[in-house]
């Protein structure tokens, strides 16, 4: 199973850790970044979104790969084999990795999502995500949007092919340290979905979710200060989607 590594960075903070780390699991990788450095497996892309670094990026991707694993700077990767033996299995086409928080309201909210996306996939992880080379060259180039990895899991469902969620591959990140801070993340995933749902036509289940999400979103004020501020990302996502927000970067509204 030949597997290459696309890392998307927008400035080089994290990056020689990255490089280190995958070089240490001796795998082939691809950086690409907002910021120019001099190193071979760097290339320079100025920051337009993820959706566009990976277009980019995928340009360099070999052919003769089986797998590619998008995967963010800031993220520190375990049980890499884990993931990868899930395509040994034909039908798996797309697997996302399990994100693990040490600090901050993520760290509920992600325990949160991966029950409820055992039952329904409502959303990816792009902090690890593997793709078999041969669907992931069916669904791009992506299109603008602030929710690229939710995208690609729209776009592969719509095919009918097979989603992994591994719990037993995980990487550690952070991605917000305050609720304030989890309201902004929320607002930008929130409408960034709502987009790749615009885009992309997944099973009606997860249609009839994101439907019913903004009504029933004020359920999560009774989890205290961290629902308060979910409840405000989500609504406020959904009103810039409804806005006419199809960017692929975050662009707050004054």
Known sequence: MKVFFLV???????????????????????IVCGERLN??????????????????????????????????VDTKINNLEA????????????????????RGPQNLFLTMLRKLRKIVPIAASGDLMLIRYKVLKEVVPIRSCKAEDSYLLFKVLERNYKVADCDECYVIGEKTDTAEEEEEYKRRTVCGIYQALHYTKPPFFIKLFYFVLPFASPLLLVLGRKGYFWVRGILFGFTDYLRGDRAGTWQPYT
């Open 39 to 72: 190193h071979p497996n760097v290339v320079f892309r100025k920051p337009c979104g993820k959706y566009d670094a990976i277009n980019f990026g995928f340009k360099f991707v070999p052919r003769d790969i089986d797998v590619v694993a998008l995967n963010d």
């Open 8 to 30: 998307l960075a927008r400035d080089k903070r994290f990056v020689s850790e990255k490089i280190k780390e995958l070089e240490g699991l001796g795998v082939p990788y691809l």
């Open 83 to 102: 993931a990868l033996s899930l395509f040994e299995m034909k039908n798996v086409a797309l697997c996302f990795a399990k994100v693990l928080a040490k």
